[in-house]
């Protein structure tokens, strides 16, 4: 039986008032003035800023920034996904499982300015790897590589994206049971043939998934590619430089409607994730 | 056997690989910002020359970065203070009195990950500085927003600590043995929440010592932004104070991982 009384009664509002309240004013009154004044630029509701804010170096900026992210996220999401499987097939170190958590809980947190620090001392153009690879006659800028270029980025960002999603798919890795591996082989399926038809359609909704989220977390990234290269056309350095310069007219507006695009895109990317986490929970739980 | 073995050697060669990717950058940065050697002479030679940490002490006296390090210090507390006054009741009467609005909630407080923080400065900016100049005038103006960018993962530690000790069961428990509301918030509660809400604080000092884009763009001073303006002065002890700041984090985020665990509560923590 519930043991209420008077003063339980009234909990509930009491104390979700101030949590609306908060939410109300410091998230949702700053977005939806945003909204607001994104879909009426001259004071009347009009498309024009949010159709400008997607064309010309804009546009370049949503194209650099979704090549950069899908970069990271995907590379970072196949190798977190590898050493995840790797790690689930290691039984002898017994420390190594639960070492790599502990590092992965870490690593996926350390981004912005000091991991920006890190990778100049280490791949600048004084950087001791530049420098060793110089020594052995090779120049990674022949390669495409400067800490400064996508790649290099792509390189950095890779420190936070592999440990996360190392951390997003250790639960789904060791939900596959290896009584589904024993059985397929007694059927006589190869491994490929397991991983075609078992463990691949497995693990397949969480990969994705956790492919989403690494991409929400490269694309609001801004403290490593603004140390790195802050005149790049990113969004979010696209993003400080319309908010320092508001002065001019009209590109306030432009702003504006650059954030309803990111929110958008974010709100777009965590609604797939969300649904495709609620699929993947199915075999874990199971 | 052979094949076997062939699986060993790929295995620790792709462990060794993704070990290597991860130790370089902090050795390199150890050795720009520990030895007292200039950048451009840094070789395999002198790998064990002039070791010192005369740079981070410079850079630990220096008066802007104690003054940003003492504001980023408070904003973390009253950050974790605002985020427990609002969350913690609201999590326990969740949990007590209508677990049915608990997916609700928990993704009602999944939505600042939508509004990152370079998203939200552009509504804050327009908003806030023509309505309340004094409020962006002031640095804890940060505090609610960084309240706000916690609050994902603080009630989901809330949320897991409290279901891993049946909060409901020892609420009901007391309640029927006479105990008044408020003495099982404070004497059955909140003691057996100890660990979570830790687990939360520490989160959200990692939070605070790593974000910059907001600071930065609303002109304030925390200890993210006054180390890059630091860098321009002094690169060597800049890099010192970068490495010092993570190793902290990391002492934090170690923190979580320990206390997580033990209460065999996973969770899986993204920010910016």
Known sequence: MRVLSRPESRLGILVSLPFAAFIGLFLIYPVTVVVIKALTPDGHLSADALSRAL????RRGFINSIE?????AVLGGLIGVVLALVVATM????WLHPALESWSAVASQLGGVPLAFAFIAT????????????????DLRDYGVTVTGFWGIVLVYLYFQIPLMFLVMTPAVQGLRQSWREAAAILGASPLRYWLSVGGPILAPSVLGGIILL??????????VFVLNPGGALVPLQIRFLLQGNIITGEED????IVVWVIALL???LIIMTALQRRALKWIHS | MTASRKGFVLRWGFLILIAAYFV??????????????????????????????SGLLTALSNPKIVSSASISFWIAVFAIALNFALLVPLAIVTEVRSPRLRPALTALTLVPWVVPPIALVVGVATTFRAAAPWFLGNTLCLVPFYALWAMPFTYRVLDAGLQAINARTLYEAARGLGASLWTVIFRVLLPNMRAAMVAAAMLTVALVLGEYAFASLLLKSTLPTEMVVYEGRDPRGALALALFVMVITALCLGVVVRLIRRRGVSITVTGF
């Open chain 1, 215 to 224: 991409f929400i977390n490269s694309f609001t990234a801004y403290a490593t």
């Open chain 1, 68 to 72: 950069l992210s899908l970069a990271s």
């Open chain 1, 254 to 257: 432009l702003g504006n409607a």
């Open chain 1, 267 to 269: 709100l777009l990317s």
């Open chain 1, 123 to 138: 791949i600048g153009t004084q950087g001791l790897v530049t420098r060793a690879l110089a020594e052995m006659g090779l």
């Open chain 1, 55 to 58: 064309s010309g170096t804009y």
């Open chain 1, 91 to 94: 039984s002898r170190p017994r």
């Open chain 2, 24 to 53: 370089v950058p902090m050795l390199a940065m150890a050795r720009f910002a520990f030895q007292n050697v200039p950048t451009a002479l840094l070789t395999r030679d002198n790998v064990f020359a002039d070791w010192s940490i």
